[in-house]
């Protein structure tokens, strides 16, 4: 050895690069907190979806009524085919309440409305008698006069205030 040249310079040996493969405890962690918050996601985007098809598909029904009278003007019709739609509807909110009668299913109705509709009373006060007297009136009747518009408005903000966010039985 040549004392001139100094000592002998060697690599400096270090352990192998730490692998990514098993990931630490707290990656575990993280991962299971993502695939729960990602089946939560997907599980209420699907129940989102399923309740809006739901509600699409009554708001298409009363429009078939609307388009159908607009057809053929019968005002009993009219009446007649919103009342059944309306407790086809109320059957999925409360099942009881298909039973109801005349002010009864009037009562039923006015509570589905909002707060600041439930004052005026439209349906057992206003035109949505026309639901329990007009499918019984004779055509000409003065009596069995309403305002068809005003009763499809009225059908509409129900279905609009009324409904779940999904139907609770069928």
């Known amino acids: ?26 990656w575990w962690v993280l991962a299971i907190l993502a695939l729960v918050l990602a089946y939560l996601v997907v599980r209420w985007g699907m129940r989102r979806a399923r309740s809006r098809r739901w509600f699409r598909r009554v708001q298409s029904e009363l429009e078939h009524i609307v388009a159908t009278h607009a057809a053929r003007p019968d005002r009993a019709r009219l009446a007649a085919d919103i009342s059944q739609l309306l407790r086809r509807v109320a059957r999925l909110i409360e099942p009881g309440a298909v039973s109801l009668r005349g002010e009864a299913w ?31 009136r004779r055509n000409g009747d003065p009596a069995a006069d309403f ?24």
């Open 1 to 26: 050895m040549n004392p001139s040249a100094g000592p002998d310079l060697r690599d400096i040996h270090l352990p192998p690069a730490p692998g990514w493969w098993p990931p630490a405890p707290g």
């Open 106 to 136: 009037l009562g039923f109705l006015d509570a589905r409305l909002p707060p600041e509709r439930q004052a005026s009373a439209p349906f057992r006060l206003g035109v949505g008698r026309a639901l329990v007297d007009a499918p019984y």
């Open 147 to 170: 305002d068809t518009q005003s009763l499809v408005d009225l059908a509409r903000d129900w279905i609009a205030h009324a409904l779940p966010r999904r139907p609770v039985h069928g």
